[in-house]
Protein backbone atom coordinates (compact mmCIF):
# COMPACT_ATOMS: atom_id res chain seq x y z
CA UNK A 1 0.00 0.00 0.00
CA UNK A 2 1.25 3.55 -0.57
CA UNK A 3 1.24 5.93 1.95
CA UNK A 4 -0.03 8.94 1.81
CA UNK A 5 1.61 12.69 3.13
CA UNK A 6 -0.26 14.97 5.47
CA UNK A 7 -1.00 18.42 4.84
CA UNK A 8 -1.90 20.82 7.12
CA UNK A 9 -2.58 24.48 5.79
CA UNK A 10 -4.34 25.51 2.92
CA UNK A 11 -0.89 27.10 1.26
CA UNK A 12 1.14 23.47 1.77
CA UNK A 13 -2.20 22.13 -0.15
CA UNK A 14 -1.71 24.59 -3.24
CA UNK A 15 1.95 23.77 -3.18
CA UNK A 16 1.54 20.20 -3.83
CA UNK A 17 -0.76 20.51 -6.24
CA UNK A 18 1.26 22.95 -7.98
CA UNK A 19 4.71 21.25 -7.67
CA UNK A 20 3.28 17.69 -8.96
CA UNK A 21 2.18 16.85 -12.52
CA UNK A 22 0.03 14.50 -10.52
CA UNK A 23 -1.50 15.63 -7.46
CA UNK A 24 -4.08 13.54 -5.64
CA UNK A 25 -5.34 14.69 -2.48
CA UNK A 26 -7.85 12.51 -0.01
CA UNK A 27 -9.90 14.67 2.09
CA UNK A 28 -11.30 13.25 5.63
CA UNK A 29 -12.41 13.72 9.00
CA UNK A 30 -11.49 12.64 12.55
CA UNK A 31 -15.10 10.60 13.27
CA UNK A 32 -16.03 9.53 9.82
CA UNK A 33 -16.05 5.75 9.56
CA UNK A 34 -16.53 6.19 6.01
CA UNK A 35 -13.23 7.84 5.70
CA UNK A 36 -11.62 5.48 7.77
CA UNK A 37 -12.99 2.16 5.63
CA UNK A 38 -12.39 4.05 2.54
CA UNK A 39 -8.65 5.20 2.82
CA UNK A 40 -6.92 1.57 2.96
CA UNK A 41 -8.91 0.92 -0.26
CA UNK A 42 -7.43 3.95 -2.14
CA UNK A 43 -4.02 3.33 -0.57
CA UNK A 44 -4.25 -0.21 -2.17
CA UNK A 45 -5.54 1.00 -5.56
CA UNK A 46 -2.92 3.76 -6.21
CA UNK A 47 -0.14 1.06 -5.70
CA UNK A 48 -0.35 0.63 -10.11
CA UNK A 49 -0.21 4.67 -10.16
CA UNK A 50 3.24 5.53 -8.90
CA UNK A 51 3.63 9.09 -10.58
CA UNK A 52 0.45 10.12 -8.67
CA UNK A 53 1.48 11.94 -5.59
CA UNK A 54 -0.83 11.27 -2.45
CA UNK A 55 -1.30 13.72 0.48
CA UNK A 56 -4.50 13.02 3.40
CA UNK A 57 -5.44 16.52 4.55
CA UNK A 58 -7.90 16.45 7.77
CA UNK A 59 -11.51 18.62 7.28
CA UNK A 60 -11.35 18.58 11.06
CA UNK A 61 -7.63 20.55 11.27
CA UNK A 62 -7.79 22.92 7.99
CA UNK A 63 -11.26 23.83 8.25
CA UNK A 64 -11.05 26.57 5.62
CA UNK A 65 -10.87 23.27 2.91
CA UNK A 66 -14.23 23.51 2.63
CA UNK A 67 -14.70 27.13 1.56
CA UNK A 68 -11.46 26.67 -1.16
CA UNK A 69 -12.90 23.45 -3.23
CA UNK A 70 -16.06 24.01 -2.12
CA UNK A 71 -15.99 20.62 0.02
CA UNK A 72 -20.09 19.93 1.42
CA UNK A 73 -19.21 16.21 3.02
CA UNK A 74 -15.91 13.76 3.43
CA UNK A 75 -14.60 11.41 2.08
CA UNK A 76 -13.57 13.68 -0.67
CA UNK A 77 -10.83 12.84 -3.60
CA UNK A 78 -9.76 14.66 -5.72
CA UNK A 79 -7.25 14.77 -8.42
CA UNK A 80 -5.17 17.47 -9.99
CA UNK A 81 -3.56 17.05 -13.22
CA UNK A 82 -0.83 20.23 -13.77
CA UNK A 83 -2.74 22.46 -11.05
CA UNK A 84 -6.45 21.63 -12.63
CA UNK A 85 -9.12 19.71 -10.71
CA UNK A 86 -9.75 16.48 -12.88
CA UNK A 87 -11.49 14.24 -10.58
CA UNK A 88 -13.57 14.42 -8.10
CA UNK A 89 -15.53 11.89 -5.52
CA UNK A 90 -17.19 12.16 -2.72
CA UNK A 91 -18.56 10.27 0.37
CA UNK A 92 -20.09 7.37 -1.55
CA UNK A 93 -17.20 5.76 -4.07
CA UNK A 94 -17.33 3.05 -6.62
CA UNK A 95 -14.12 1.75 -6.69
CA UNK A 96 -14.16 0.24 -10.05
CA UNK A 97 -15.47 3.31 -11.69
CA UNK A 98 -12.86 5.04 -10.07
CA UNK A 99 -10.44 3.36 -10.84
CA UNK A 100 -11.45 3.11 -14.53
CA UNK A 101 -11.38 6.91 -14.49
CA UNK A 102 -8.10 7.33 -12.63
CA UNK A 103 -6.03 4.66 -15.46
CA UNK A 104 -7.80 6.49 -18.26
CA UNK A 105 -6.70 9.60 -16.77
CA UNK A 106 -3.07 8.21 -15.86
CA UNK A 107 -2.75 6.94 -19.53
CA UNK A 108 -3.17 10.27 -21.32
CA UNK A 109 -0.73 11.67 -18.80
CA UNK A 110 2.34 9.32 -18.03
CA UNK A 111 1.61 8.37 -21.55
CA UNK A 112 1.41 4.44 -20.88
Known sequence: MRQFSNLDSIEKID???QSNTLAFIYISRPNCSVCHG?????QHLMVPFPEIKLAHVNAAQVETIAGHF???????LL??????????EARIVHMDLFEE???????????L
Not at 79 to 88: C, D, I, M, S, T
Request: no cysteine; charged share 20%; hydrophobic share 45%.
Open 70 to 76: SIFTVPV
Open 38 to 42: LLPQV
Open 79 to 88: LFVNGKEYLR
Open 101 to 111: KINKIYKNVVG
Open 15 to 17: EFI
